[in-house]
């Protein structure tokens, strides 16, 4: 099984606090990676494999800037090339190990795995919200065994509130409420409002709203695996200028075919002192993520390589998404014309 994947686009490698002066080993789209700073902070991922004897270099040590291969010592600089074979002076042309562009933004790393010559910062999603002083954030990570695209099909179909998550942000008026999907400026935008429902038990603790709230989500899909769901809720009795609302923010980058990292962010725009309320919601959500990874996982074991048996209207979001990121995958793979005009066979 081939990942289907697109490899030019930037996607998040790790939260910026948890890639320091420590090797960290992670493997995204298939390819393993080592992530380190060096002495003066700058974020750097090369693959996880020495030259020499494909030793994963994230077992070694750093030596200043340079990574010692922890097998026969060969060091590698940042930049990929070769420092230092202990044991010979001249370094061969290929002593060098790949790297990956990489950026630092909203408390993000950011990489890019595809062709580098594209590799534009400007490009990189804008998730603002993780750094916006208007804005109070928690975030945390699930590593989840299910193909990437299982995690945007979820985010982009929260009927299953009602069952998954029906101790938390779920009840039966989510399923029941009518859907919209629609694909405008290659994003696909997946929107429910639900009028006159009784609080669920997050919603509850989370607004202090006791009585019958109106509540709506839209899913907001940027491809190839970015989910932002614009979230808010306000008394059945008032108007929706008295909305309380929050911005769930998810970030899923491709592991292996089977696996995923998911980086989540809850922002929301009021009660930003509200210490303990950010605490509640943090631990609700990675109880309720939890939940998700359970579904999740069980249905990738289920799948295989079987394609979906039944489609449902409120699969309408999820379908839409698929073709987007399949039209960008199969762009990758035909040849520019400038790649055409080198072809002399």
């Given at each position: 099984?081939?990942?289907t994947?697109?490899?030019?686009?930037?996607?998040?490698?790790?939260?910026?606090?948890?890639?320091?002066r420590?090797?960290?080993?992670?493997?995204?789209?298939n390819q393993?990676?080592?992530l380190?700073?060096?002495?003066?902070?700058?974020?750097?991922?090369?693959?996880?494999?020495?030259p020499?004897?494909?030793?994963?270099?994230?077992l070694g040590m750093?030596i200043d800037d340079?990574i010692?291969?922890?097998?026969?010592?060969m060091?590698?600089n940042?930049?990929?090339?070769?420092?230092?074979i202990?044991?010979q002076?001249r370094?061969?042309?290929?002593?060098?190990?790949?790297?990956f562009p990489?950026?630092e933004?909203y408390?993000?790393i950011w990489?890019?795995?595809g062709?580098p010559?594209?590799?534009?910062?400007d490009?990189?999603?804008?998730?603002?919200w993780l750094?916006?002083?208007d804005?109070?954030?928690?975030?945390?990570?699930?590593?989840?065994n299910?193909?990437?695209?299982?995690l945007?099909?979820?985010l982009?179909?929260?009927?299953?509130e009602?069952?998954?998550h029906?101790d938390t942000?779920?009840?039966?008026?989510?399923?029941?409420a009518?859907v919209t999907a629609t694909?405008?400026?290659?994003?696909?935008?997946?929107?429910r409002e639900?009028?006159?429902c009784?609080p669920p038990?997050?919603?509850v603790k989370a607004?202090?709203?006791?009585?019958?709230?109106?509540?709506?989500?839209?899913?907001?899909f940027?491809?190839?695996?970015?989910?932002v769901?614009?979230?808010?809720?306000?008394?059945h009795?008032?108007?929706?200028d008295?909305?309380?609302?929050?911005?769930?923010l998810n970030?899923?980058?491709?592991?292996t075919d089977t696996?995923?990292?998911?980086?989540?962010?809850?922002?929301?725009?009021?009660?930003?002192?509200?210490?303990a309320?950010?605490a509640?919601?943090q631990?609700?959500?990675?109880?309720?993520?939890?939940q998700d990874?359970?579904?999740l996982?069980?249905?990738?074991r289920?799948l295989?390589?079987?394609?979906?048996p039944?489609?449902l209207?409120?699969d309408?979001?999820p379908?839409?998404?698929r073709k987007?990121?399949d039209?960008?995958?199969?762009?990758e793979?035909?040849?520019?014309?400038s790649?055409?005009?080198?072809d002399?066979?």
């Amino acid at each position: 099984m081939n990942l289907t994947a697109p490899k030019n686009f930037w996607y998040v490698a790790a939260f910026a606090q948890d890639v320091g002066r420590q090797l960290l080993a992670r493997t995204l789209l298939n390819q393993p990676l080592v992530l380190f700073r060096t002495n003066e902070g700058k974020a750097v991922a090369l693959e996880d494999r020495c030259p020499h004897r494909a030793v994963p270099l994230s077992l070694g040590m750093l030596i200043d800037d340079t990574i010692r291969c922890t097998y026969h010592g060969m060091q590698i600089n940042p930049d990929g090339s070769c420092a230092r074979i202990p044991c010979q002076d001249r370094i061969p042309a290929k002593a060098r190990a790949a790297t990956f562009p990489v950026v630092e933004r909203y408390n993000l790393i950011w990489i890019w795995m595809g062709d580098p010559r594209r590799a534009d910062p400007d490009a990189v999603p804008d998730f603002h919200w993780l750094v916006d002083p208007d804005w109070t954030v928690c975030t945390g990570y699930h590593h989840v065994n299910a193909n990437y695209q299982l995690l945007n099909d979820n985010l982009l179909d929260l009927s299953h509130e009602s069952y998954v998550h029906d101790d938390t942000i779920g009840n039966d008026a989510v399923a029941e409420a009518p859907v919209t999907a629609t694909v405008k400026n290659g994003k696909v935008l997946v929107s429910r409002e639900i009028l006159n429902c009784e609080p669920p038990p997050f919603y509850v603790k989370a607004t202090g709203f006791t009585s019958n709230i109106n509540r709506w989500h839209t899913t907001i899909f940027q491809p190839p695996s970015f989910n932002v769901i614009e979230n808010g809720s306000y008394p059945h009795d008032g108007s929706r200028d008295q909305a309380l609302e929050r911005r769930i923010l998810n970030l899923i980058t491709p592991e292996t075919d089977t696996s995923s990292h998911y980086f989540w962010g809850i922002a929301r725009a009021y009660q930003h002192d509200d210490e303990a309320l950010t605490a509640y919601i943090q631990e609700q959500i990675y109880y309720t993520f939890d939940q998700d990874k359970v579904v999740l996982e069980a249905q990738q074991r289920n799948l295989a390589d079987s394609p979906f048996p039944v489609a449902l209207r409120t699969d309408a979001g999820p379908i839409q998404a698929r073709k987007l990121i399949d039209e960008l995958v199969m762009n990758e793979q035909e040849p520019t014309q400038s790649e055409q005009a080198l072809d002399v066979s």
